[in-house]
């Protein structure tokens, strides 16, 4: 039985024009999205497998194949929620993100300054990766990553709240090879109250992440 399931989309495939075009929405969930939920799924029980062998050789592989699709499965999830056809500006123009606009500018300086940040770090992500914006509960701050593969460059702590996808196949079909203007266009969809729910979660449950003695 499958563990990992494929969600749907919250909204329908042309909501996000002209930013993202339908064909790019559907093939992007339908197909890329679905290959990592099922790659996370055949993985499980290859490792299963592994073990009932007492083929220990072969875990270490596995593993690290697991994290590559969970961890594509997992930031596709919040990818499709972190956007919506009614987004955009700052976080300041929607109801109820006051709290994530404040630690923003904490953060980072200002709003142009964290946009800036994130922007450049999605569209110079080397190869297959990822631009982050996480909130790290050690310090209580917000900090901006870049993950390759799906993985690496992130604090062990640290919670995605606002992911923008630059792999190829998120804008190729509509951008051709200019990744920059595609990140630079993401901003119009961004669902700031998305980011402010993920954000107040993160800080209820990193409080819990380090126990005193």
Not at 9 to 19: F, H, N, Q
Not at 166 to 182: G, I, P, S, T
Request: charged share 20%; aromatic share 10%.
């Amino acid at each position: 039985m499958a563990i990992y399931t494929l969600p749907e989309l919250p909204y329908d495939y042309a909501a996000l024009e002209p930013v993202i075009s339908p064909e790019i929405i559907e093939l992007h969930h339908d197909k890329h999205h679905a290959a990592y939920v099922k790659g996370a799924n055949d993985t499980l029980e290859q490792l299963a497998e592994a073990r009932d062998k007492d083929a220990w050789g072969s875990i270490n592989g596995l593993e690290k194949n697991l994290a590559f699709h969970l961890s594509g499965h997992i930031l596709h999830s919040i990818y499709w929620h972190n956007m919506t056809g009614d987004g955009g500006g700052e976080p300041l123009d929607k109801d109820g993100v006051g709290e994530l606009s404040d630690a923003i500018t904490e953060s980072f300086g200002s709003f142009a300054k964290f946009k800036a940040q994130l922007t450049k770090a999605s569209a110079t992500t080397q190869g297959s990766g990822w631009g982050v914006l996480a909130y790290e509960p050690i310090s209580g701050r917000l900090v901006v990553e870049q993950i390759y593969d799906h993985q690496g460059n992130v604090g062990q702590g640290s919670t995605p709240i606002l992911v923008f996808d630059a792999w190829e196949h998120a804008f190729y079909l509509q951008y051709k090879n200019q990744k920059v203007d595609f990140i630079e266009a993401m901003w119009r969809v961004v669902n700031w109250q998305d980011v402010a729910k993920r954000y107040a979660a993160a800080k209820q449950a990193g409080n819990n992440l380090i126990l005193a003695p």
